[in-house]
């Protein structure tokens, strides 16, 4: 037991080396849509400026608009660049620890050691095609990675809270709205997961509505705070419509391509298990294909950083059916203990 957690934090090291440098790519290659001190001046432009807790924090810690420039190339010249760099690094390891978590959830009779190789992989094949496989512009976004990081954390309370630790949802879905207004979507997933057993729906109900309450907080405080701020009105424009240019791309070869590449390829794994989907399956999918519609409405199609929550939802399907996958591919009986259970299972 002491020697698994102690490897456990050895891995951090090379978890958070990588991390780091995929936070860094994603900060010095790819081209930014927000521009970055603008942004940490709560200064960019409607949307943006209002998914705004990372630039909260960064002031919060420097007691207001302190600028510090090092004279270092990016992303180290300027203490906007560093701290972004570390948010990112933060919000990456966080995700990838509570994806095996997730996985480890699902799988209580696998090895730590399976899920953490299920929960690398997802990771890196959604970041990489999330993030960074568009077609022609990939853009950079101070909130993403985060937002990434807070769908991972929602998702896993979903499955792990019972009882009146359910009641915690509506407060992290409080904190996840003031990066982005997209967090209240992600809490469908605890209604997906218990519609297939015996729940408390008076509870369930409850916990949904505590939800939509503390999103509708987060969103007033927000516009509050853009208004004191930033001094901008308080009825400008907090959405953006994009449809007509999702459909003017269907003539664009490049978009067609783009769309091969929609939710990390992740479909293709939920393609192969169809034959094992369940309920709970079916309810996850229509999250995403409802999420899909939505982001057909107000994002720019193309840009397949805006479909990684629905990554993530079908990362969930496939972990739903590890320990089977697993166990057809050693030839495994369903009763049978996997080479490794004997190490101690993660929470």
């Known amino acids: 037991m002491g020697n698994n957690n102690n490897n456990k934090w050895l891995l ?47 002031r919060t810690l420097m007691w207001g608009h302190h600028d510090v420039l090092t004279g270092m190339n990016a992303p180290f010249d300027s203490s906007y660049s560093i701290f972004q760099l570390v948010i990112d690094t933060v919000s990456l390891v966080l995700t990838l620890l509570f994806m095996q978590k997730i996985a480890q959830a699902l799988n209580p009779r696998l ?57 915690l949802l509506p407060f992290v879905i409080f904190v996840a709205t003031l990066n982005k207004e997209t967090a209240i979507f992600y809490s469908g997933l605890h209604v997906a997961l218990r519609a297939a057993r015996n729940s408390d729906w008076g509870r369930t109900t409850a916990v949904l509505a505590g939800s939509v309450v503390a999103f509708l907080a987060a969103r007033s405080l927000v ?30 070869p490049l978009f067609l391509f783009a769309m091969l590449n929609i939710c990390s390829y992740l479909y293709i794994g939920v393609y192969l298990l169809r ?57 495994l009986p369903e009763t049978s203990r996997l080479p490794g259970n004997h190490w101690s299972r993660a929470g």
């Open 12 to 58: 951090l090291l090379p978890i958070t080396l990588v991390a780091m440098n995929l936070s860094w790519e994603h900060q010095t290659i790819l081209i930014p849509m927000v521009n970055i001190t603008d942004y940490y001046h709560l200064a960019a432009r409607e949307p943006f400026i209002y998914r705004m807790l990372p630039a909260l924090l960064y």
């Open 111 to 167: 090895a730590p050691a399976i899920t953490f190789t299920f929960a690398v992989a997802g990771a890196l094949v959604i970041i990489v095609f999330g993030y960074y496989m568009v077609p022609n512009r990939a853009l950079f976004y101070p909130y993403d990675f985060p937002d990434m990081c807070f769908a991972t954390i929602i998702f896993y309370l979903c499955i792990r809270l019972e009882g009146r630790a359910e009641y």
């Open 223 to 252: 516009v509050s705070l853009v208004q004191a701020l930033a001094g901008i009105p308080k009825h400008s424009q907090q959405y953006e419509f994009h449809l007509l240019y999702t459909l003017e791309q269907f003539h664009n």
């Open 275 to 331: 034959k094992k989907l369940d309920r709970t399956d079916f309810l996850i999918l229509f999250m995403v294909a409802g999420w899909i519609a939505i982001m057909s409405v107000v994002g720019i199609v193309r840009e397949l950083r805006i479909f990684v929550p629905a990554s993530l939802m079908m990362f969930i399907i496939i972990a739903r059916h590890l320990d089977t996958v697993v166990r057809a591919t050693l030839r």
